[in-house]
Every structure is written in structure tokens, then in C-alpha cells.
């Protein structure tokens, strides 16, 4: 915060006329004339010697003039003269205690002292002496920042509103002050009214435009950026967080363009490759994403996050151990960030032949991590009553045009009918878009609470003043994840249940949803969670609302057998593609259609293209694909005869779609939870055959169904119906199991509370 002007003091000079003679001035009428002609100079020409000679013959005058010894402070102080200046405020207010201005210059020649208690008392004393003396409130306001005491900040600062409504700089303040106290909403609203009586004040633009961006609001930053980045020419930050909200609002490609000039005038910025990286990677090229990470790394070693970032893309583009190293590069360089460390699990427990032992110390690790950075909760607020009304809060990115969206829609339509109002759903979204899935599924909740740019602190607040009684986590180690949150404990129950196949680490998270399929009770040692298994399956899908017809069987036409894969390439490890070379050759006029979103750019499609090329495949028995609208996407299963799940990284969403589109899903069931989903979704629809055990059984079985096209054809008229009617789809009853397993996960609670 920057000092306030100093006030000097002036007084009209009074001459008596008679006739035509001035009557002779006295020495106070002279020492005030050569005040006023010391202030005229002062403020018109600025030449503070010779003000300052003026003031000095004044007082030579009349030496106990307090407003001259006032104004000399000022001269002493714009020298820097630190304490010779307060001498001179301190006669002054010596000579005239009431003398509030004289206070108010003293607490500035404090604060520049760095002596901000006794500048405090100064502003007081100004005050007290002067109740709406706008400047010294203000003024207080500074000092108080800088004693730490930001509530009564803002409470001087808000004083100093009540006098001058209109004082921009003054909601500028204040709005920095909120900032820090996490509030950010409120500081949003004084920014914009400073900025709405200042419209060319670029730093309040620019911080203004941090704050929206910072909460998730977009447009706003965007424009409030762009205002900033005009007036301040020179602030590449300024420029760097326009690039950054262009890219959330989804416009990479103007966020590329916006990066691209940046580095025009700072080529050898590692922030702006790094966030240039991540617009490439964005809009699908993964070949200059790759490049601008590492040319971040290369302009600073030290960059955690563009390491971590190269080891993402890395993973997409289905080079998982290269990834992996990045990664871990960046957890030499800060191991504490939670973020990275979930990067890391995520793509370990997705690679084959993982230790299953090393995977819970990485995880564990996580979990020390953020319950070292949180508070955790030992007492809650809520009455142990075992057959009330239970509120379950729903923490997620992903309640949307996403898997998580699409299995859980469906149950929470059902649920909401079968518990009869015995459960209250709260949903704690850490997104700021939302679509058709999000408006369905926030009709289906009691309240929808959007925690996108709140701290963890924040949210663990606002779900206990919403009195949760057990609070679900449908993220775990994906992406936008707010387990930290859990780490304080919020509620007094905790569960991991659909986003997640793996153990979170996290101790405060009491059980993890899942069933007696995808998690054999030897697996259990690799959990901090205890583990719940629903009756049949943990995963309940949606039918779409698409309606695509199921189309005939496409090798009763072509003569030959398609199979299709619709998974994202990270789970197309070597392995994968070895298999399902090996089934390509026998049956060598087979072809293979992958379908995934990082298709889209042909560099992708040519990593694929060589690695099956290192297989003995041709590029001919290929068809790749990009993404395509869920209508297209669904009809696209009309064009295969049987779908490939890929191992251990095993479907969820694809083979769920695939079955309702009577394709069947040839999976390979693993040991652990994830290599075991493809397991729980087709033991479930009563594909028992469908499930290998092996590689080669993979391989012989995809041959044999292969080789069978009237049962192929027979399967595909009817798979829809079936699965339909199977735990798969029924959300009715896996809506009476969910609703049995959280209310006896509360009864145990209230038996430990009596």
C-alpha cells in the first residue's frame, strides 16, 4: 500500500484596507503570507527549497507557528528526511494538540520508518480529533495491513467508505485485503467499483482480472485482462493470464496465439513455453506440447510443474514410462505438491506389472502429504440418530458430460425415489462449466454447490455448516481431484466410491465402494480404506439419451471380422498392442478401428501407426479415428463386430456403451481392482465368456468368438435387452443397495457415539 498525500496546512491571509494605505502587517499576518506563498510554490512549481525557505522565515518570525513546523516536516519527509520530519510533526502537534492533520503526517513518517505501531496511533489520535477524516481511516488501513491485523483493515477501510462512497483507490485496498482473506467475491466487487470510477487504472484491472480468473470467472477475466494488458504495455503477466483464461474458456487456439507473442518479446520465458505447452496439448498437438515442456525445462530445470506436465502428455500419447520419469523428476524438484504425486499414481496403477506394494507407499506418501497441510476435524455437530434424514455430499469435477456423470445420474434419479427423502444429496462441484448431464443431475440434488476457486479451507466450512453426514469422493486421482479436502475430515464419514480404481491413500476417507468382482479380499492389504462391497457391481450405468439403433452385425456383410477399441490410448500399453497383434495375425484378414480423442492430430496417428508397425502390423489393417459426437460416437460400435478391452487399464464407460450398442467387450481379468472392472461389468450382464484369463486365452477366445458369426449375430439383436435388465442398468436395485450400505455405514458411526 502506498502513503496517502500529506496535508499542509494554509490559512487566508487578511489585509485591512484604509484609503489607500495596506495597514502594516503584524508578525503572525507575515509569518501566514510567506505559509501560503511556501504552499503556492510548493504545489504550483514544486521547487521545495525555496518552499522551504519561506516556511523557515515564518517560523524565524514566530517560532511557535504550528503549521509551519507541519509543512517543513513535509519538506524534511519528500527529502527523506525520515526523522527529521517527525521532529517537526511532533512540535507541531506539541504546540496545537488538536492539530489532526499534524498526527496524520507523523503516522506517514512512522510508516515509512517501518515504525507501524506508532503509526497506528498517530491515524488514531488524527482520528479522534477529526471523526470523518477520510484519509487518516484509509491511512489506518495501511497500517494495520501491515501490523497483520487484516479484519480491522477492512473494517478502517470500510469507515473510510462510509465517508467517501466513491473512493476508488480505497476499494482497491480493500479488495487486496479481501484477496488474502480468502474472500473472494467480495474483493471482486470492490475491484470492479474502483475500476467503474477509474476505468484506466491498469494495476486494478490486472488484479481484478487474477481474481475472476482465480474463481472461475472467465468472460470477466478475459475482458478485464485484456483492459490491463492494453494500459500496461510492459506487464508480461498481465499478457500470461489473458493466455491462461483464454485457455480455459476453451480457446486454445487463440491462447496459443496470444503465448506466441508473448514469447516474441520474452523468447526465453520458461512459464510461457510451459503454458504454451499446455494450449498445444489442449488442442490435440501433442508433438509441440512435447517440444514447449521441454524447452521449459531447458530454460529452467527447476520447473516442477513443467516437468510434471511432459510426463502428462507423455502418458497420452502412450509413452507411460517416459511420463512416469517426468514426473518423478518433478517430485525431486517439490515433493510436497499434492497435485504431481496424483499424477503419478495415476498413471503407475495404470501401467502392467506395477508393484502393487509400491503403489500403496506412493499413496500413502500422498496422504501424509495433505493431512500435514490440513486440520483435521476430531468433533462434529452431528446428531447420532440412526434412522433420520442423511445428508451426502458429492465431491466432483466430473458431475457432467463425463463417466462420472454418466453412472451416477441414473442412481441418483433412483435413489432419490426408492429412499423416499431419507437421503439429501449435496453436490460440491469443482467445475465452472456445466451442461445438459449437470443441469439433470442438479435437479436430482438438495443443493448444488460449485467449489471451483475456494481453498480447501473453504469448502471444509461450507460442507459442515451443510451439516454432511457422509461425504463421498468421486474423483480419487484424476483430474481437478479435492481429496486435500478430505484430509480435514469435514465429515464425520468418508467413502471413495466410482471415480477412482485404486486406494487414495488418504486415512481420513473411512471406505471405499466396491464389490465382489473387481476386488478379491486379497487385495484388500493395498487400501487405507476399509472396503464395502455392494452386492452385485459398484458401477451403474445411464442409458444414453441418445437413440441409436443397433445395426447388423458388420462381418455378416464384409466377410470378415472388425474389432474395435474406444479407450483412450494411455491404456494401450506394449503389452496391449503385442496381444493384439498377436490376434491380428491369426486371423490375418482382420482389421482393427480405434476410436479415442487423441486420434484427432496425425502425430498421434502416427505413434500408433509405428508402434504396431514394431508389432508386424500394417498400416492397412488399422482404421483410426478422433472424437466425434456421443451419437456419433455410439453409431461408430455399428461398424464393429467385437470390442477389445485393453489390460491392466480395463473399460468402464466404453464397455458399458459397447454392450448397450450389442457389441460384446472381450476383457482380461487382472489381480487388482482396476484390471478387474471389465471383469465386474461383464460377470454382471452374464458374459462369463467374454472374460479371459490370460493373454493367450485373450487371444484364443477373441479367435473363437470370432470364428462364430451366427452367434455373433444372435448376441447382437438381443445384448441390449439383456444388459438392460441386468445390475449393469438396474439402477432401481443398486439404488436400494447404495442407500443400505450408507445408512449402515451411519449406524455403525452412531453405535461408537453412545
Not at 512549481?45 to 513535509?74: F, I, S, T, W
Not at 517430485?331 to 504425486?341: F, G, H, K, M, S
Amino acid at each position: 500500500m502506498g502513503l496517502f498525500s500529506l496535508f499542509r496546512s494554509t490559512k487566508d491571509r487578511k489585509v485591512e484596507e484604509v484609503g489607500e494605505k495596506v495597514a502594516v502587517a503584524s508578525p503572525l499576518d507575515e509569518a501566514e503570507r510567506l505559509i501560503d506563498k511556501g504552499n503556492a510554490i510548493e504545489e504550483e512549481k514544486g521547487q521545495l527549497d525555496e518552499a522551504m525557505r519561506c516556511y523557515e522565515e515564518a517560523l524565524a518570525m514566530v517560532p511557535d507557528l504550528a503549521r509551519a513546523h507541519m509543512n517543513c516536516g513535509n519538506i524534511l519527509l519528500a527529502r527523506g528526511d525520515k526523522e527529521g520530519a517527525l521532529s517537526a510533526y511532533q512540535k507541531a502537534t506539541d504546540l496545537d494538540p488538536a492539530y489532526a492533520a499534524g498526527y496524520y503526517n507523523a503516522g506517514n513518517a512512522y510508516a515509512q520508518l517501518g515504525r507501524h505501531e506508532a503509526a497506528r496511533t498517530a491515524y488514531e489520535k488524527a482520528i479522534d480529533l477529526k471523526p470523518l477524516f477520510v484519509d487518516a481511516y484509509v491511512a489506518l488501513g495501511c497500517a494495520l495491513e501491515d501490523l497483520g491485523d487484516r479484519d480491522k483493515a477492512v473494517a478502517s477501510y470500510q469507515k473510510a467508505l462510509e465517508i467517501e462512497p466513491d473512493y476508488a483507490e480505497v476499494h482497491a485496498n480493500i479488495g487486496k485485503v479481501l484477496l488474502v482473506l480468502g474472500e473472494q467475491d467480495r474483493a471482486i466487487r470492490h475491484f470492479e467499483r474502483s475500476v467503474e470510477l477509474i476505468p484506466d487504472d491498469g494495476e486494478t484491472l490486472f488484479i481484478l482480472g487474477i481474481a475472476q480468473k482465480a474463481r472461475g470467472y472467465f468472460e470477466p477475466a478475459r475482458s478485464s485482462l485484456g483492459r490491463a494488458q492494453a494500459i500496461l504495455t510492459d506487464n508480461i503477466e498481465a499478457r500470461i493470464h489473458l493466455g491462461d483464461t483464454l485457455l480455459e474458456l476453451e480457446q486454445a487456439n487463440e491462447a496459443i496465439d496470444c503465448y506466441r507473442k508473448i514469447l516474441e518479446i520474452v523468447p526465453d520465458n520458461a512459464v510461457v513455453h510451459n503454458n504454451l505447452g499446455n494450449a498445444y496439448f489442449t488442442s490435440g498437438y501433442f508433438a509441440e506440447a512435447v517440444a514447449s515442456y521441454r524447452r521449459a525445462t531447458e530454460l529452467q530445470p527447476d520447473f516442477a510443474s513443467a516437468h510434471s506436465n511432459l510426463g502428462g502428455v507423455l502418458k497420452d500419447i502412450g509413452e507411460s514410462l517416459e511420463g512416469i520419469k517426468s514426473i518423478r523428476r518433478a517430485l525431486e524438484i517439490a515433493p510436497e505438491v499434492d497435485t504431481t504425486r496424483s499424477n503419478l499414481l495415476f498413471i503407475s496403477n495404470s501401467l502392467d506389472h506395477q508393484s502393487q506394494d509400491l503403489l500403496l507407499e506412493e499413496a500413502t506418501k500422498y496422504g501424509e502429504i495433505v493431512t500435514s497441510q490440513a486440520k483435521p476435524i476430531t468433533a462434529w455437530q452431528n446428531t447420532p440418530e440412526p434412522e433420520r434424514i442423511l445428508r451426502i455430499g458429492l465431491v466432483s469435477a466430473d458431475l457432467c458430460y463425463h463417466p462420472v456423470g454418466f453412472f451416477i445420474e441414473g442412481v441418483l434419479r433412483a435413489i432419490t425415489s426408492t429412499t423416499a427423502g431419507k437421503l439429501e444429496f449435496f453436490a460440491y462441484m469443482n467445475f465452472y462449466r456445466s451442461d445438459s448431464v449437470s443441469e439433470r443431475i442438479k435437479a436430482l440434488c438438495h443443493r448444488w454447490r460449485e467449489i471451483f476457486g475456494l481453498s480447501d479451507e473453504e469448502c471444509v466450512q461450507l460442507i459442515q455448516r451443510d451439516g454432511i453426514d457422509i461425504l463421498i469422493d468421486l474423483s480419487g486421482h484424476t483430474g481437478k481431484t479435492r481429496l486435500p479436502i478430505f484430509a480435514w475430515k469435514p465429515a464425520p464419514i468418508q467413502v471413495s466410491w466410482l471415480g477412482y480404481f485404486a486406494t487414495t491413500g488418504v486415512d481420513a476417507i473411512d471406505y471405499l465402494i466396491a464389490d465382489p468382482w473387481t476386488l478379491p479380499e486379497s487385495e484388500e492389504q493395498y487400501f487405507t480404506e476399509t472396503i464395502w462391497r455392494l452386492p452385485d457391481t459398484r458401477l451403474c450405468f445411464t442409458p444414453p439419451d441418445e437413440n441409436v439403433t443397433i445395426g447388423r452385425l458388420p462381418m455378416l456383410s464384409e466377410s470378415t471380422v472388425t474389432f474395435g477399441c474406444f479407450n483412450s490410448l494411455i491404456k494401450m500399453n506394449d503389452e496391449v498392442v503385442s496381444t493384439w497383434a498377436r490376434l491380428l495375425s491369426e486371423l490375418p484378414d482382420s482389421r482393427l478401428l480405434l476410436k479415442a480423442r487423441q486420434l484427432y492430430h496425425p502425430a498421434a496417428q502416427t505413434a500408433v501407426l509405428d508402434q504396431f508397425s514394431r508389432q508386424g502390423v500394417a498400416a492397412q489393417r488399422l482404421v483410426l479415428e478422433g472424437p466425434a459426437d456421443r451419437a456419433g460416437y455410439l453409431a461408430s460400435y455399428n461398424r464393429i463386430d467385437i470390442a477389445l478391452d485393453p489390460f491392466p487399464y480395463t473399460g468402464g464407460t466404453t464397455t458399458a456403451e459397447a454392450l448397450w450398442m450389442g457389441v460384446p467387450v472381450l476383457t482380461l481379468a487382472g489381480k487388482h481392482f482396476l484390471a478387474r472392472q471389465g471383469v465386474g461389468l461383464l460377470a454382471n450382464a452374464g458374459l462369463h465368456d467374454w472374460i479371459a484369463t490370460d493373454a493367450r486365452d485373450y487371444v484364443a477366445r477373441a479367435v473363437s468368438h470370432a470364428a462364430d458369426s451366427r452367434k455373433l449375430a444372435e448376441l447382437r439383436l438381443n445384448l441390449r435387452e439383456r444388459v438392460l435388465a441386468s445390475p449393469v442398468f438396474d439402477a432401481h436395485s443398486f439404488a436400494i443397495h447404495l442407500d443400505n450400505a450408507l445408512r449402515s455405514m451411519w449406524k455403525i458411526w452412531c453405535a461408537k457415539q453412545t
